[in-house]
């Protein structure tokens, strides 16, 4: 064998090396990426699993809310505990003597922004 030839197939050798490296480190690289899926995958299914039962839990939260929100309810609750006030314990003021109380000319520290209860 000439010195030319063992020198051809040394390239070989070094680019057939090459090659099967390149290759085969895709290859791993493409199982390592699809157990690296598969993982995430499973924690997605219980996560989403975990957001069905808070959600429930949520939901019935909420229906016991609006149940004891009704009036009937609170009504029941506050049976005997609670009555209307009497005339004495009301107090009504004008519009003009807020504004003044209010010092709404000037620089008072409350400002009137039109809003009252039950009006939002």
Not at 19 to 31: D, K, M, P, Q, R
Not at 64 to 79: E, G, I, T
Request: glycine residues 14%; proline residues 2%.
């Amino acid at each position: 064998m000439s010195s030319r030839q063992k020198n051809f197939n040394g390239y070989f050798l070094i680019l057939g090396s090459t090659l099967l490296l390149f290759f085969g480190g895709g290859a791993l690289s493409i199982v390592w990426l699809r157990m690296e899926i598969s993982s995430v995958a499973k924690n997605c299914g219980q996560l989403e699993g975990e957001m069905e039962i808070v959600g429930r839990e949520v939901y019935e939260l909420r229906g016991q809310r609006s149940k004891s929100l009704r009036p009937s309810s609170l009504a029941v609750m506050v049976a005997g505990r609670l009555s209307m006030p009497l005339g004495k314990n009301t107090y009504h003021i004008s519009e003009s003597d807020m504004k003044r109380r209010m010092n709404l000319g000037g620089s008072g520290i409350y400002k009137l922004r039109g809003e009252f209860a039950g009006k939002r």
